[in-house]
């Protein structure tokens, strides 16, 4: 029996019902981070029950009295520094008391509830993230909706837009120690535009040099939407709409703000600026002083447009 005990890591207590003083063997004692004695009065090993378990400990062992059956009761205590989840079972009713005395059994069942809390936190997080999809995606429906003239138009440029999310979101990986999710600038964006890099015979025809930064989940969502807008806008009508065209992404920060900057050339000449209050444009704006706190200037060199995007340091990582 007591190898058996051992093998299961089972702490044993007796409880006498009459004097509440609990009776433990060294394991359970281990377990609470308590020096061996005979006896433990009832209140002294409540005072180590986290005070959040406390009174809801308490009923429900003077509960056991009047209810038939095994019952299983889980807890926090403090064993020092540590915080550890204790599982007390045993039967209820006084089914198998001698002489005033119940018993029972310790089960340390922290890594148990440790799982059970990653698992909580991991579907709270999908059901988070999938409600922002799909806020997004309805945001942009109704968006292409309004800036498209067929029902063929719409679809192609909702998929392009939902593309580039999708692709946004691949990157976006669990950092180690808990630190929260993250892509880097230079991967999001290099994926981003990889579908226009092989337009026309020319190769290589986009290049990006940032520096190493990591992008947090909003914020690869807004760049990822930014960035499609200003590639297909020049897919009509800028560099990347001859097969001659470049665009060059460059980066430059200080003690606040990330500096990004989008330069065309080598393509159509340019005569003045364009329309800029199309439905891109207005989302464009919107997404980056909301979410970045940041603004997007337009340069119209005759070269070809150069775009400088502002965002605050401190959001990259959101």
């Given at each position: 029996m007591r190898l058996a005990i051992n093998a299961a890591s089972v702490a044993l207590w007796s409880w006498q019902v009459d004097t509440d003083q609990f009776t433990m063997d060294e394991r359970a004692f281990g377990l609470w981070g308590l020096p061996w004695s005979r006896e433990v009065a009832f209140e002294d090993l409540s005072a180590h029950i986290h005070p959040a378990d406390r009174d809801r400990v308490r009923a429900a062992f003077t509960a056991t009295r009047s209810v038939a059956g095994p019952y299983e009761i889980d807890f926090r205590i403090m064993a020092g520094d540590d915080v550890r989840w204790i599982s007390a079972r045993g039967q209820g009713a006084d089914e198998g008391i001698v002489d005033g005395v119940m018993f029972g059994i310790f089960l340390d069942v922290t890594q148990r509830k440790q799982a059970e809390e990653a698992h909580e936190l991991l579907a709270g997080e999908m059901s988070h993230r999938v409600k922002n999809l799909l806020a997004i995606a309805g945001g942009l429906t109704r968006i292409t909706a309004n800036s498209t003239t067929t029902a063929a138009e719409m679809a192609q440029a909702l998929t392009e837009r939902l593309t580039a999310l999708g692709r946004a979101h691949d990157l976006v990986r669990p950092l180690p120690g808990n630190e929260g999710k993250a892509a880097l600038l230079g991967d999001l964006i290099?994926?981003?535009?990889?579908?226009?890099?092989?337009?026309?015979?020319?190769?290589?025809?986009?290049?990006?040099?940032?520096?190493?930064?990591?992008?947090?989940?909003?914020?690869?969502?807004?760049?990822?939407?930014?960035?499609?807008?200003?590639?297909?806008?020049?897919?009509?009508?800028?560099?990347?709409?001859?097969?001659?065209?470049?665009?060059?992404?460059?980066?430059?920060?200080?003690?606040?703000?990330?500096?990004?900057?989008?330069?065309?050339?080598?393509?159509?000449?340019?005569?003045?600026?364009?329309?800029?209050?199309?439905?891109?444009?207005?989302?464009?704006?919107?997404?980056?002083?909301?979410?970045?706190?940041?603004?997007?200037?337009?340069?119209?060199?005759?070269?070809?447009?150069?775009?400088?995007?502002?965002?605050?340091?401190?959001?990259?990582?959101?």
């Open positions: 290099s994926v981003l535009l990889a579908p226009y890099d092989d337009v026309g015979a020319f190769a290589s025809r986009v290049r990006v040099a940032v520096p190493r930064m990591g992008v947090g989940e909003r914020t690869a969502t807004t760049l990822a939407l930014v960035i499609h807008e200003m590639a297909t806008n020049s897919v009509k009508h800028g560099a990347l709409s001859s097969d001659l065209g470049m665009l060059d992404i460059s980066s430059t920060t200080d003690d606040r703000d990330v500096f990004l900057v989008w330069a065309e050339t080598g393509g159509p000449a340019i005569s003045g600026p364009p329309d800029m209050h199309g439905f891109g444009s207005k989302l464009i704006s919107r997404s980056v002083a909301h979410d970045l706190e940041g603004e997007l200037s337009y340069d119209w060199q005759e070269s070809g447009l150069v775009a400088t995007l502002r965002m605050r340091k401190d959001r990259l990582g959101a």
